[in-house]
């Protein structure tokens, strides 16, 4: 069965970093689309980025243009997010995901989600 798990959140402060990581078992990602949306308190999910799988191609929504960085590891079956110069409205519940077809902002696109990991930026 495939699944993907997702490590790495944690509490920082403004201006801090923090590296996501997504693992996928049961699957190869060299064939994958795969994205991270968030989800803050009372807000819906949002699509943050995505990792095409026929060339590698990125996809970044404007808040975290310049600041968040995506990428793959097959070798590791890993996709991480790297994520610079954080803000208070960066806190949230991160979810790596797997897209049905490509690269998407629509959560009705996604084939199955990660169980999330909290991120929050606080002083």
């Known amino acids: 069965q495939a699944q993907l798990a997702e490590s790495g959140g944690g509490s920082v402060q403004p201006g801090g970093s923090l590296r996501l990581s997504c693992a996928a078992s049961?699957?190869?990602?060299?064939?994958?689309?795969i994205g991270w949306f968030r989800q803050a308190p009372g807000k819906e999910r949002e699509a943050v980025s995505c990792i095409s799988s026929s060339d590698g191609s990125t996809y970044y929504v404007q808040s975290v243009k310049g600041r968040f960085t995506i990428s793959k590891d097959n070798a590791k079956n890993t996709v991480y997010l790297q994520m610079n110069s954080l803000k208070a409205e960066d806190t949230a519940v991160y979810f790596c995901?797997?897209?049905?077809?490509?690269?998407?902002?629509?959560?009705?696109?996604?084939?199955?989600w990660g169980q999330g990991t909290q991120v929050t930026v606080s002083a």
């Open positions: 995901a797997r897209f049905k077809r490509s690269c998407s902002d629509y959560v009705s696109e996604v084939w199955y």
């Open positions: 049961g699957v190869t990602l060299d064939y994958s689309a």
